[in-house]
Structures are given as structure tokens and as C-alpha cells.
């Protein structure tokens, strides 16, 4: 296997894999699999180096941008940062409470 289609191969992998852990693998969003998987076949034949340099950068910089948005969109969480959260500290500070025998007010509850 040459170098570019070890490359190839390495941005391929590497866009399924962000598909699959930041859009899913449920069936509904298989379309997002099958368009790429498309894509890389009709641009096996491809014989242009600066053509195959320049669809590749595109792929990679999608896995870029996939992997980024997850990641800006877990710190914005972390940081509490527009996001109203109440729900989910409602239950940390119940299991908190739970753990050294105590109950929450009513007041937490409702």
C-alpha cells in the first residue's frame, strides 16, 4: 500500500470514527456514514495529487471540525456557560445528600 493510500486510508478511519462518536450509529443517521463512504469510493480512481491532497484536506478538516464542536460544546457544559442546569445539580447535590444519610428539603424536590 503506497503512502497516499495509507493516508487515505488513516483520514477515512479517522472521519468515520468522529462520526460515529460525536453523531451516532443509530440507523436514522446512517445517511451521514453512507455519503462519506460514498465519497471515498468515487474518489478511488482519482489520479491528481493535488486533487487527491486537496479532497483529503477537506475530510480531515471535517473530522477536525466534528471533533472540535464536541469538544467547545462539552466545555461550554463544564463551564455551565448558557445553559441552564438546575436539573442536574438538583441531582448531584441529592446523591451528595444521600450519601452521608440525609434527604433534600422540599423546596430541592419540587
Given at each position: 500500500m503506497g503512502s497516499k493510500a495509507?493516508?487515505?486510508t488513516k483520514v477515512y478511519r479517522h472521519l468515520?470514527?468522529?462520526?460515529?462518536?460525536h453523531i451516532g450509529?443509530?440507523?436514522h443517521k446512517?445517511?451521514?456514514?453512507?455519503?462519506?463512504l460514498q465519497e471515498f469510493q468515487n474518489n478511488?480512481?482519482?489520479?491528481d495529487p493535488a486533487s487527491i491532497q486537496?479532497?483529503?484536506?477537506v475530510a480531515h478538516d471535517y473530522t477536525y471540525l466534528l471533533n472540535s464542536v464536541h469538544h467547545h460544546k462539552e466545555l461550554l457544559l463544564s463551564y455551565n456557560i448558557a445553559v441552564d442546569r438546575s436539573?442536574?445539580?438538583?441531582?448531584i447535590i441529592g446523591k451528595s445528600a444521600s450519601?452521608?444519610?440525609?434527604?433534600?428539603p422540599e423546596v430541592y424536590e419540587a
Open positions: 495509507w493516508q487515505a468515520l470514527k468522529a462520526v460515529k462518536n450509529k443509530e440507523d446512517r445517511h451521514f456514514r453512507d455519503y462519506i478511488r480512481g482519482l489520479l486537496q479532497k483529503l484536506k436539573d442536574e445539580m438538583k441531582r450519601s452521608v444519610g440525609l434527604k433534600l
